[in-house]
Nanobody, 121 residues
Framework: QVQLVESGGGLVQAGGSLRLSCAAS????????MGWYRQAPGKQRELVAT???????KYGDSVKGRFTISRDNAKNTMILQMNSLKPEDTDVYYC???????????????WGQGTQVTVSS
């Protein structure tokens, strides 16, 4: 079982910045894709950004040019740097990781508990 813990959410004014972190822990695992998603109450979960183990990134259209995703494969951590934040970025942000774990390296897909980001106008 791979656990993900997010940190770094909070309240910021429009135009400001926040940095979200995600740390993976467990035993005998290897992560392939990692990503950030966000979800507001009553809405579908939305892609924010993803990154492969090789560093290939993908961004949602609404955050391109403002957010940057990065990861440290050796430390199993991921960062989302969010700049030029807008009120519409207000959401709960979730960390996601996919890969293989355990004695037999079975596939896993884990989610963090979520961290609230609130952008005031």
């Amino acid at each position: 079982q791979v656990q993900l813990v997010e940190s770094g959410g909070g309240l910021v004014q429009a135009g400001g910045s926040l940095r979200l972190s995600c740390a993976a822990s467990g035993s005998s695992f290897r992560i392939n894709h990692m990503g950030w998603y966000r979800q507001a109450p009553g809405k579908q979960r939305e892609l924010v950004a993803t990154i492969t183990s090789g560093g290939t990134t993908k961004y949602g259209d609404s955050v391109k040019g403002r957010f940057t995703i990065s990861r440290d494969n050796a430390k199993n951590t991921m960062i989302l740097q969010m700049n030029s934040l807008k009120p519409e970025d207000t959401d709960v942000y979730y960390c996601n990781a996919e890969g293989w774990s355990g004695r037999y390296f079975l596939p896993f897909n884990s989610w963090g508990q979520g961290t609230q980001v609130t952008v005031s106008s």
